[in-house]
């Protein structure tokens, strides 16, 4: 390609509204320009390595076995109304109607349509397992975006759903992906870490995140310092076990009894709520035994929260409660809110976790509140295997190693479903008996644009990026800096050509520039080599080449370049 003919509007100055690094260089190098909030256009630059990203994705997904498809973006909204996230999905969900009055969304994931596909497809054991993946483009209406491509609402993302007919093949389906997504993280060349994304109680290793390490992450992770254990885990999630696994005794505790509380508004008005504002930072809903969502935790100001919540929901009695209301009211050493009956495993650690960090208890569906859990006498204390935030004084809860607490970005997220789709959806095949049977599920994710934006943010320095050859926009950048010295130009035309039949990924800067614009481009932009051809070199029978990273400058032959090059 040469630079003359093509498009690379480079800025001199990062607009004030790019806050990282990843961010500005994007914009300075003229990769991606924004549309409206979270928004962007990919320029020719950023489509070249947003490609590369998918391509190497594609790849390792085809050689797990999985199999590309493309569905739709707009998705109806009855089939989200199936599996009950029409009412839970929140804002993020972004719903509109036809012209029939029908409802719709833009797919911020796709498990209702991948379930309704195979479903209407798949009807024998015969044809499971069967892992279907796309490269396509998601919309969620982020309550804050920000950061560029590392938190879009318009994103570029591959999702893949497994279907199998039993636990040991849904088991295996995950751990394919999982070492399928190693392999797409090695192979471009990031500092990663697969971290654990569930509180670890319910089996541990059901869902896990890959993290690229970077400062600006929005994650932290906790990581064993033991090379050999290899725990680690997303401190939102991360948790460790009381000194002994037991929980206190507390023998003077009265008999756990459900109590009545005041009907008050329902959750998911409240997630409605959460998710419209960043400031109330709700995150964690708690579900019951069937998946239902029974009760949030808001964090924030208690008084203004209760104002908001009761303007917004128009309701006239809100239950607030505080943490110490609460430990107070359920009279155990943690307390919790719900029908009987709970994943109380899930609940109480989540409470543990929030109740020392000025979390607030309230949104109960009402006649639902339990009091006076006791661990290990109400439930198993096995269930509770965690029940308290990892700090970095604590050892490894696996080994006992030293814990350290590093920054990370979410740039994939493997999960199984089970059979939450299958089950509410009705996506059943003939097992070896004739017997019909939900498939379970898996789902897989990775955020093909923000990949671009972590290299970035793993890869730069002051003059720009650095970004790993596999991804980069080019990979060689070929400059002439002859001035009016017809002899270099020819000689850079010659090279270019060359280059370019050998099939090296080369951008030739022919533009009428002075070096030092070529220089400061090719920095910002940065391929991983840049090809520097003189009129002293020239005369030398000598070119260039600066190695990105390193900055170390190598003298190679003219004399027979191509054939040394390759
Ligand atoms: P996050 O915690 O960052 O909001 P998520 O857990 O909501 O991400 P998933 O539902 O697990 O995201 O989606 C799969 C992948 O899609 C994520 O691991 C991430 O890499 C990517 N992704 C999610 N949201 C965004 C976004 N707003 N912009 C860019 N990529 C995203
Ligand atoms: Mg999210
Ligand atoms: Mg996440
Ligand atoms: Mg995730």
Known sequence: MRLSRYYIPTLKESP?????????????????????????????MGLRSLNKVAQIVREEMDSAGAIEVLMPTVQPGDLWKESGRWEFYGRELLRFKDRHDRDYCLGPTHEEVITDLVRGEVRSYKQLPLNLYQIQTKFRDEVRPRFGLMRGREFV???????????????ESYRLMYEAYKRIFQRIGLKFRAVRADSGAIGGSFSHEFMVLAETGEDTIAVCQNESCGYAANLEKAATMDPGGQCPAQTDVPAMEEVATPEQHTVEQVCEFLQADPSALVKTLLFDADGEPVAALVRGDRELNEVKLRNLLGANELHMATPEQVREWSGAP?????????????????????????????????????????????????????LRMITPEDPCPECGGRIEFWKGIEVGHV???????????????????????PMIMGCYGIGVSRIMAS??????????????????????????????????????????????????????????????????????IGYPMQLVLGGKGLKNGIIEAKDRRTGERTELPLDDFINNFT
């Open 16 to 44: 004030a509204e790019a806050e990282v690094i990843s961010h500005k260089i994007l914009l300075r190098a003229g990769m991606i320009r924004k549309l409206t909030s979270g928004i962007y256009n990919y320029l020719p």
């Open 157 to 171: 993302m591959k999702d893949a759903y497994s279907f199998d007919k039993d636990e040991a093949g849904a088991e």
């Open 334 to 386: 943690v307390g919790f809110a719900g029908p009987a009956g709970l994943k109380v495993q899930r609940l109480v650690a989540d409470f543990e976790l929030r109740l020392d960090q000025g979390w607030i208890a309230g949104a109960n569906k009402g006649d639902a509140h339990v009091k006076n859990l006791h661990l290990g006498r109400d439930a198993q204390v096995e269930q509770f295997a965690d």
């Open 415 to 437: 999960f199984k479903l089970g059979l939450k789709y299958s089950e509410a959806m009705s996506a059943t095949f003939l097992d070896e008996n004739g017997k019909d049977r």
């Open 455 to 524: 290299a970035i943010e793993q890869n730069n320095d002051d003059g720009g990026a650095i970004f790993p050859p596999s991804i980069a926009p080019f990979e060689v950048c070929l400059m002439a800096l002859g001035g009016k010295d017809q002899s270099v130009v020819d000689k850079a035309e010659e090279l270019y050509t060359q280059l370019t039949e050998a099939g090296i990924d080369v951008l030739y800067d022919d533009r009428n520039e002075r070096p030092g614009v070529k220089f400061n481009d090719a920095d910002l």
